[in-house]
C-alpha cells in the first residue's frame, strides 16, 4: 500500500480525484471516477486505463484479489479513511474501491471498424441513471457500439457509470456526436436506422430486424423530435399488450436492443 492512510479531505491528491465530479474538470484532465468492485475489476482488464486506485481499509480485506491485481499492473493504491472515501464518492454508502481511470471513448470511425450490426445511439437523452442502463443492455445484447450524441448526458457522469455495470469499459462508446452526422456515417455503412417512439406507425412485430441496424433513443421526457425522427428509416414502437401506459426508456431500449439481437441470429 503506498504510503499512509488518506485522512485529510483537503489534502491534494484527494482534491484531484474529487475535483472530476463536475464534467468540465473530466474534460481537462481527461480522466473520471469508477466506483465499486465491478467498475474497477471491469478497468482493470484494459491496459493503461486505471490510473490509481482508492481503498479503505474494510474493502482493501473485502476485496484482496483487485488490490493484488492493481499492484502487479503497477496501479498505484491508496489507502483513504472513510471520510475521505465519503468525500470521492457520489454514494449514500460507498463500497470503498474507487478508481481514477483515463477517458475510454472513441471515434465514430474507430467504434465501426468492422461490420456492425448492432448499434445504440442516444439523442438527447439526460438522465444518466438512464443513459448507463441503455449502455448495460447494449452490451448484454452483443451491440457493435454506443453512440453518445452531442446534446446527451456525459457518460462519465458518477451515476451512469454505476448503472453501466461495466458495461462502459466493455464496448466502444462515442461522445459529442452530432445526430445528422452520426446518423450519415451509419446508413454509409449499410445499417438501417430506426427511432424507437411511443408514436412510431409500425411496431417491433411489424418490422424485419434481422440485418444491421441502429436504434435511436430519444429524451426521458420529450421523445425524439421530427428532425430526428425524418433521419431515420423507420419510426417502431413497442408494442404495450397490457394496460401500461408506456415504458421507460432504459426497458424500450432493452426490448429493442434485444429484439435485435434475437433476429440476427436466428439460422
Known amino acids: 500500500m503506498a504510503g499512509s492512510e488518506l485522512t485529510n479531505v483537503k489534502s491534494p491528491r484527494v482534491k484531484a480525484a474529487r475535483r472530476l465530479a463536475k464534467r468540465a474538470f473530466r474534460e481537462q484532465d481527461r480522466r473520471f471516477l469508477a466506483e465499486g468492485p465491478q467498475a474497477v475489476r471491469e478497468a482493470l482488464k484494459l491496459d493503461g486505463v486505471t490510473l490509481e486506485l482508492f481503498v479503505t481499509a474494510e474493502a482493501e480485506l473485502r476485496h484482496a484479489e483487485l488490490i493484488t491485481q492493481a499492484r502487479l499492473q503497477g496501479v498505484p493504491v491508496h489507502r483513504a479513511s472513510g471520510e475521505v472515501m465519503s468525500e470521492l464518492t457520489q454514494t449514500v454508502t460507498p463500497q470503498g474501491l474507487l478508481a481514477v481511470c483515463r477517458l475510454v471513448h472513441v471515434p465514430l470511425e474507430e467504434a ?149 439481437a434475437r433476429s440476427q441470429r436466428v439460422p
Not at 438527447?124 to 443492455?137: C, E, I, K, L, S
Not at 462508446?173 to 412510431?200: S, T, Y
Request: glycine letters at 10%.
Open 112 to 260: 465501426l471498424t468492422g461490420e456492425p450490426k448492432l448499434v445504440a445511439l442516444l439523442a438527447h437523452v439526460r438522465d444518466p441513471g438512464n443513459a448507463g442502463t441503455v449502455m448495460r443492455a447494449a452490451d448484454a445484447a452483443g451491440a457493435d457500439a454506443v453512440v453518445f450524441t452531442d446534446a446527451s448526458v456525459d457518460p462519465y457522469n458518477g451515476k451512469c457509470v454505476r448503472a453501466s455495470a461495466g458495461s462502459l469499459f466493455h464496448l466502444p462508446v462515442v461522445i459529442g456526436a452530432p445526430v445528422a452526422a452520426a446518423v450519415r456515417q451509419l446508413k454509409e455503412r449499410g445499417m438501417r436506422v430506426l427511432a424507437a417512439d411511443g408514436a412510431g406507425k409500425h411496431t417491433l412485430d411489424d418490422v424485419d430486424l434481422s440485418g444491421p441496424t441502429v436504434w435511436i433513443f430519444g429524451n426521458e421526457a420529450w421523445g425524439l423530435p421530427e428532425e430526428i425522427r425524418a433521419e431515420a428509416d423507420d419510426v417502431v414502437r413497442v408494442p404495450i399488450y397490457g394496460q401500461a401506459e408506456s415504458l421507460n426508456l432504459a426497458t424500450a431500449a432493452a426490448v429493442c436492443l434485444y429484439s435485435s
